[in-house]
């Protein structure tokens, strides 16, 4: 990281290129003000501490943020780390810039250790999100280019950092959308925490991209070409590498067989409209032979996570296999950056409107509960921070459920009845077990069992998500209640 190149001036000529209407003078003065509050400090690297609130202003700055919370970033360890207050703040730079840094300042001092402390930061965060999702954007910039910097520290630090930025933050990111974010904190904390795997994993990498630059570009040039003969003006044509921790995943579940990894390299290509995807899908395999089952319409029907493009995998002249993504310039917005595009400053599209997260929701409401009990950090992983899936009703509603749940959190997801008197499943019109684990576009009946009495102690064993698990234990819990009071009514003498 190019930290003594970043400056005050640097980051202001930065904002100019994508904003007209920041305060510039707001932003220096808060680079004064913190540059002042830590003056002294230095990082565990020997610089002085401006340097790491300014990285943090400077990563927001290369996503082009609003500069409003990049003023609240060059602010956000003044409260925690100098004598400087949270009211001074506020004074000299209004609410809205001390609210973002008190948000800042509330996650960061952690009681615990261990699970628990692991709880009490999933905690804090889910509240800081649902107060104001803003305070997570300049989080994962803070902690991006900590990570960017865990050489200063011991190894047993790194790896707790790194442990719970590839657990917690990324998966964060995920959820909201922020596919950029999520990437860059996966391959920087993929480094420590699996050192063997990470190198291994971008050897393959390298030694299958070695010398494959100027065919890559050709094709883009080509594509480019083919599209503007047909009247499509393409906005930008890029070839990306698969990120290194998602090359890891991918290879996990494919034997590790480089050969099977069809997204190696994707190319991207953005076009103004969605007629022009459709039409620009189909001159490509017009050209190009596709793969068979690799079409995927993500237009139609987005992923989980508000994922939107057309992909798709084409053997190339040469026989080599490519991936395509198809998209609009709101499309790409959204892709890489979620709910962080309401505040991202794009050249091809407006602003956003600040997307509806309804798990926030539904997260600020249970944290309370469910997040003060050790037991349940697995099932708040898989609800809350686990890739989803779509799966169908046999009347076509959609059904957004975390990955591996089974026909019987289904069943609940559905209404608690359903759950309590389901017997069996007919996934894609076929008889299945109650334990199946249940795949992205499954349609899924349930066979009920209007006399069964209520659920099973077994579905414990496999049943995913909270709500299930909850109206399963406490069905149990209340039965063994009844047994005792009717033993009790047994055994007392009748007055
Ligand atoms: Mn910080």
């Not at 007209?20 to 913190?34: E, T, V, W």
């Not at 094709?219 to 070409?225: A, G, V």
């Amino acid at each position: 990281m190019p930290n003594k190149k970043q400056t005050i001036e640097s980051l202001l000529e930065k904002v100019k290129t994508y904003t007209k209407k920041a305060d510039l003078d707001i932003i220096r003065l808060a680079y004064d003000f913190a540059d002042n509050a830590h003056n002294g400090q230095t990082r565990k690297s020997g610089e002085p501490y401006i340097v790491h609130p300014l990285a943090t202003a400077h990563f927001l700055a290369d996503m082009r943020i609003d500069p409003v919370i990049l003023t609240a970033a060059l602010l956000h360890d003044v409260p925690e780390d100098t004598d400087v207050t949270l009211d001074e703040i506020e004074k000299n730079f209004g609410s809205e810039i001390a609210s973002l840094v008190q948000g800042i300042t509330k996650l960061g001092k952690l009681k615990y250790r261990g699970v628990e402390r692991y709880i009490e930061n999933l905690r804090k965060m889910f509240v800081a999100m649902a107060e104001d999702v803003r305070v997570m954007i300049i989080k994962f910039a803070d902690r991006i280019h900590n990570l960017t910097t865990l050489g200063a520290l011991p190894p047993q630090k790194q790896y707790r950092i790194a442990l719970e930025s590839l657990e917690i933050y990324a998966p964060i990111a995920n959820r909201l959308g922020i596919g950029e974010i999520k990437g860059i904190l996966e391959d920087l904390s993929f480094e420590y925490v699996y050192p063997k795997e990470y190198q291994r994993v971008k050897q393959i990498r390298d030694e299958k991209l070695k010398g494959k630059d100027e065919f890559l570009r050709q094709i883009q040039e080509d594509i480019k070409n083919e599209l503007l003969n047909t009247g499509i003006k393409t906005v930008s044509i890029d070839g990306r590498n698969k990120r290194l921790y998602s090359l890891y995943q991918k290879l996990q579940r494919k034997d590790h067989d480089i050969t099977q990894v069809y997204d190696l390299v994707a190319i991207r290509i953005i076009v103004p409209t969605i007629a022009d995807c459709y039409a620009s899908l189909g001159i490509l395999h017009k050209h190009w032979r596709p793969l068979k089952g690799r079409i995927k319409d993500y237009i139609s029907q987005p992923k989980p996570n508000g994922y939107q493009s057309l992909h798709t995998t084409v053997f190339s002249d040469n026989g080599e296999i490519i991936e395509f993504q198809i998209r609009t310039p709101e499309m790409h917005d959204d892709a890489e950056y979620g709910v962080a595009a309401h505040w991202h400053y794009d050249e091809h599209c407006s602003k956003r409107p600040a997307r509806e997260i309804t798990w926030i929701k539904e997260l600020a409401e249970i944290q309370k509960d469910i997040l003060n009990k050790l037991s349940d950090l697995e099932e708040i992983k898989i609800d809350f921070l686990q890739n989803r899936i779509f799966v169908f009703t046999p009347k076509g509603d959609v059904i957004d459920l975390p990955e591996g749940a089974t026909p019987v959190d289904f069943a609940y997801h559905i209404h608690t009845d359903i759950g309590d008197k389901c017997n069996g499943a007919r996934i894609n019109e076929q008889m299945a077990s109650l334990d199946t684990e249940l795949k992205n576009g499954d349609v899924i009946e349930i066979v009920i069992d209007k006399n069964r009495k209520g659920p099973s102690q077994d579905w414990l064993n496999f049943i995913k998500t909270h709500t299930a698990k909850t109206h399963v234990t406490n069905y149990l819990k209340d039965k063994q209640k009844g047994k005792i009071a009717d033993w009790f009514k047994y055994v007392l003498p009748k007055k």
